[in-house]
């Protein structure tokens, strides 16, 4: 059973950019928050088998805290803002689908080859997968670039964090704890912030839509 | 060449042949049945053939002998295909005429054929089908390519006999990277075998059609070699799934036992692939059609990762 | 050892107490209250160094050297003044419509919160929680920023919070490749992120690790200094927040993420051997000084035009860093105090001028020596100050910076004296006419505090003629501990 665990972890690792890759081709913004809630179990399990396998207590902590805050609280959250801005419709990007999508895999090779020479240096159980977290928060990136409305930019935000953490996870078997609370303090206050916000922009512009938020210039 | 092995190669054909309208006839009863439906008997697509083969032939005036020509070039292609894919037997004779690069061409040379019938007569709908045909193909052979290079990188071969005698030795492990193929094969066969989300089989609004708007025109023995074509077409992609992603149970080179335990499990294997595809088609909404490329880029590009992601963990 | 529980537990009580009574009318001073608690206890804390020496605090959480006590200090200070300048700036804002009293309660409590967030950023020997802080204090600051709720300060706010957030999310992948190393180092049962540890062994760190480390580090890290070209949200941030909250941003915020970025290349710097840390300051350093001196010439923004110059003064900085030695790394670290101090009382003046005019464009702000003597003297001599004319304490570390860069890094110094003529000619063309000449521009209804203003100026001004021997001990023995 034990020497399926790396095997798994690669698997949730697959699994993660897989999802990645689906947040960046989806056109739906629930679609998009169930996405996210997806990407979070796969990194609450892949947190939990490697507590499991290296007999760190602390990572079972970590998994426990990615559940709470991005599994449970921040779609909760997500959702209940999307119901009162009543945003569902279909998102439009600035690039189309098949570009993103090729662009993403120009990403996912440079992350590749970038992590590469650093996972063969580590020595923890999965650090394969940091290239597979680099990628993951490369694409997250993208995905706030090429959209023009604020709730995807939102949640391309906290897809990055998520890779951020499954990062810390794998190739480090996780980072202090007062760190791991420092963050995730973080990301709560965050998020809380960014829905004060869109209500703000809401009100303020009557759209979402980010293009509004492009007058200030140098004249 | 042993005689066993010749048996087996005259098996698989024998086999796809006999078994290829037998698992459209399933997914069909499935598909009924999950939408409600009362469904056909399982042996109607056989009843269709016949009734087919007994019927005259109706030509337009001007067609060109490539038309009458196609249906049989389409047939020998999934008849050729059938033979080199291990369905229940790893030792086929056959096997190093085609590795699975030329199998993707012998698909291409059918469809090249297909649409070029379509467009002979001249009608609209024709080279409208063919159009479309085109623009799928187009996408989705370099997706396959690149699912089949994910196996081959894996078993370091690109003969799909080597890749499951391989695989299947292998001991019981998670390849993420077979993962994502698995998923990007999934989609380019629903696209190759017009099942829907890409097309949907049942339609009878021609302007929605791609593959049956290519055998509109079609009539008798020439519809039936095609429609069997088809059926065979899905047969060979679903044991090509099967020999990729699950090659357990195929019997290898002098093993005439096993050569008989495996026929009942492709049966079996094929029986559950044919409910998930029912299942997948009922629960999906047929796509517009200029979705479609971005529906085998995904796939392409998911299969590049999955090459990737081989590379980067190693092949564990 | 508790003073510094006092300089962290202050602000943070402040801002609870803030938030319950900040919207009343001695909301005010009870802001400058703490602020003023908050210095006497940095400067409680800098006497203990004094006598004591570096010390670790609370099981070595927190570590207070040469180079940061002095910035401890010094960021209690300009809060300080910035507090009493924003008691009557604000007040003068409330009565002109822009500010209510709940935004009032928001504006006092989070600008505590934010004096708590870069004093602990300072102060701690956890790289991790460096992360966390300069995260806490961006966020902070975005509340600051948009506190106005006008369209503007809106896309402000939401420019700088997406594109903090993903600078600073790199730098986190940089943190956690730093701990990948200490772990590679020390084993898994003692791989820690203090600093202080870290430094000790930084000869065993991995080199291929670290050098990746310190570039997202420096990418991430450098989108909060501003650095070309990560630079698109400041301008916009710094001048549609309140006046108060531009000071202590341009002011305070970049100095902390100056720090982090320091602490990080000492590290890197053991690890690799190589100088590759400091090719790399340099170059992003020259390119914010050169593309930030061009853009000044383009504002016609009072404030952006002087958050571009916060940009270049930055970039300045950054370049004196990546040369090291003991002269550029002195220089940079005088530079850092005194552009502090100066920039903060040019935004002290320019809020008052734009309070008067109504409005921040420049062409339509004429003439302020006229109506009120003193803030149009002010912004004079700040802008003198800032440009880098003697006797000031800008021209001493600039002079400092270029001297060394001539010597040892020749190539640059055509671009740094272009850049600093450039900004020097538009800055000089467009202040003039705002300080002299005619005027339309009624007085304020309320005096305004020009204390602070001239405090900071003559400080500048005292730096630029003469160095306290324990401040110059205390450069000295930063600019050893950098690498210099």
């Known amino acids: 059973m034990i020497k399926f665990v790396p095997q798994l972890i690669n698997l949730f690792a697959t699994l993660i950019l897989l999802l990645s890759f689906a947040m960046i081709s989806q056109r739906r913004i629930v679609s998009l928050i169930h996405l996210f809630m997806i990407q979070g179990a796969a990194l609450v399990a892949a947190s939990f088998l490697l507590a499991y396998v290296t007999h760190q207590p602390e990572l079972y902590i970590s998994g426990v805290l990615t559940l709470l805050l991005k599994v449970i609280c ?48 580590s020595d923890a159980v999965a650090g394969g997968a940091l290239g597979i977290a680099l990628a993951c928060v490369m694409l997250s990136f993208m995905m706030m670039i090429t959209r023009s409305k604020a709730v995807p930019q939102v949640i391309g935000f906290l897809s990055m964090e998520n890779g951020l953490l499954f990062a810390a996870t794998t190739v480090t078997n996780g980072m202090p704890m007062i760190v791991e609370f420092g963050i995730a303090l973080d990301v709560l206050v965050g998020v809380l912030i960014l829905g004060v916000f869109m209500f703000q922009i809401r009100e303020k512009f009557d759209s979402l839509d980010i293009h509004h938020l492009e007058t200030l210039k140098d004249e | 060449m042993s005689a066993l092995g010749v048996f087996s190669q005259l098996m698989a054909l024998v086999l796809a042949l006999l078994l290829a309208p037998l698992l459209t006839g399933w997914v069909n009863q499935w598909r009924h049945w999950l939408q409600n439906k009362s469904a056909p008997s399982l042996l109607q697509p056989y009843r269709t053939l016949h009734k087919l083969f007994n019927k005259d032939s109706l030509i337009a005036e001007h067609a060109s002998p490539l038309y009458r020509f196609a249906p049989y070039v389409v047939f020998g292609c999934m008849l050729l295909a059938s033979a080199i894919i291990p369905t229940i037997s790893t030792d086929l004779p056959l ?40 623009l799928v193909g187009f996408l989705a052979e370099p997706a396959l390519l690149m699912v ?21 030795h292998r001991d019981l492990a998670i390849y993420p990277s077979l993962l994502l193929a698995g998923v990007a094969f999934t989609m380019v066969s629903l696209a190759e075998n017009a099942r829907v989300p890409v097309d949907n089989p049942d339609t009878h ?112 | 050892m508790s003073a510094l529980f006092l300089v962290l537990g202050i602000p943070l009580l402040g801002a609870l107490a803030l938030a319950l009574v900040g919207h009343r009318a001695y909301a005010r001073d009870i802001n400058v209250v703490f602020s003023l608690l908050s210095f006497l206890s940095a400067c409680a804390m800098t006497a203990q160094v004094i006598q004591d020496g570096p010390q670790f605090v609370w099981d070595k959480q927190f570590y207070i050297d040469p180079l940061n006590v002095f910035l401890v200090t010094l960021t209690a200070f300009v809060s300080l003044n910035t507090a009493i300048f924003s008691r009557p700036y604000m007040r003068i804002e409330q009565d002109h419509g822009k500010m209510t009293p ?128 990560l630079h698109s949200w400041l301008p916009d941030a710094h001048a549609e927040g309140p006046t108060p909250v531009s000071a202590v941003l341009s002011g305070l915020l970049l100095n902390v993420a100056m720090y982090a970025v320091l602490r990080c290349k000492v590290l890197t710097d053991g690890a690799l051997g190589t100088q590759m840390a400091g090719q790399l300051m340099m170059g992003f350093g020259l390119l914010s000084v ?51 101090l100066v920039k ?141």
Not at chain 3, 182 to 198: M, N, P, Q, V
Not at chain 3, 320 to 338: E, I, K, R, S, W
Not at chain 3, 433 to 456: C, R
């Open chain 3, 344 to 484: 903060s009382a040019i935004f002290f003046t320019v809020g008052h001028a734009t309070q008067k005019a109504g409005t921040q464009v420049m062409s339509e702000i004429r003439g302020l020596i006229k109506v009120n003597p003193a803030v149009g003297w002010g912004l004079m001599l700040g802008v003198m100050a800032i440009l880098g004319m003697p006797p000031f304490g800008v021209f001493a570390s600039e002079f400092l910076i270029l001297t060394t860069a001539m010597r040892e890094q020749p190539w640059a110094t055509p671009f740094l004296f272009l850049a600093l003529g450039v900004a020097f000619a538009s800055m000089l063309i467009r202040v003039l006419p705002m300080v002299f000449g005619d005027t339309t521009l009624k007085p304020l209804a309320h005096p305004p505090a020009l204390i602070p203003v001239f405090v900071h100026l003559a400080l500048g001004l005292a730096l630029g003629l003469y160095i306290p021997p324990y401040l110059d001990g205390w450069y000295v023995a930063a600019s050893r501990m950098l690498g210099g």
């Open chain 3, 102 to 229: 709940p935004r009032m309660r928001l504006y006092h409590s989070m600008y505590q919160l934010f004096s708590f967030t870069m004093l602990l950023g300072f102060t701690t020997n956890n790289l991790g929680i460096i992360w966390v802080a300069m995260e806490a204090a961006t966020l902070t600051t975005v509340l600051l920023v948009s506190v106005y709720r006008t369209p503007a300060s809106l896309e402000a706010a939401w420019k700088y919070f997406i594109l903090c957030g993903v600078g600073i999310a790199q730098a986190l992948f940089g943190t956690i490749l730093v701990y990948m190393a200490a772990d590679k180092a020390l084993g898994s049962e003692h791989a820690t992120l203090l600093w202080s540890s870290l430094s000790d062994i930084k000869g065993q760190l991995d080199p291929t690790i670290m050098s990746l480390a310190f570039v997202f580090l420096l990418i991430g890290y450098g989108t909060k200094i501003g650095l070309v070209p």
């Open chain 2, 95 to 134: 096997s190093p005429a085609a590795d699975a690069i030329a199998l993707v061409g012998l698909f291409a040379l059918a469809r090249v054929f297909i649409s070029l019938a379509a467009m002979d007569v001249g009608t609209a709908f024709g080279s409208m089908g063919a159009r479309r045909e085109m």
């Open chain 1, 74 to 121: 921040i779609p909760w959250m997500l959702h209940r803002m999307i119901r009162k801005l009543n945003v569902r419709w279909d998102v439009e990007t600035l690039l189309n689908i098949p570009t993103t999508m090729l662009i993403g895999i120009g990403l996912v090779i440079f992350a590749f080859s970038l992590a590469l020479p650093i996972s063969r240096l």
């Open chain 3, 290 to 340: 050169v593309v930030a001196a061009f853009f000044i010439s383009r504002q016609k923004d009072v404030k952006r035009m002087f958050s571009y110059s916060s940009i270049e003064h930055m970039g300045l900085i950054t370049f004196a860093f990546g040369m090291g030695g003991p002269v550029a790394n002195f220089a940079g670290l005088l530079h850092m105090t005194v552009h502090s």
């Open chain 2, 148 to 168: 089949m290079f994910c196996a081959s990188m894996i078993t370091g071969s690109t003969s799909l006999t080597t890749i499951v005698e391989t695989l299947a």
């Open chain 2, 205 to 316: 609004l021609e302007l929605t059609m791609i593959h049956e708007a290519l055998v509109l025109e079609y009539s008798a023995r020439h519809l039936a070699l095609m429609e069997w074509a088809a059926s065979m077409k899905l047969f060979a992609y679903s044991c090509i799934g099967l020999a990729l992603f699950f090659p357990w149970g195929v019997a290898e080179a002098n093993a005439p036992l096993a050569l008989l335990l495996a026929l009942p499990v492709l049966v079996f294997k094929l029986a559950i692939g044919g409910m998930l595809l029912a299942m997948i088609e009922t629960a999906s909404a047929k796509m517009r059609i200029f979705r479609v490329p971005e529906f085998l880029g995904t796939a392409f590009l998911l299969a590049v990762i999955g090459l990737l992601v081989n590379v980067l963990l190693g092949g564990t």
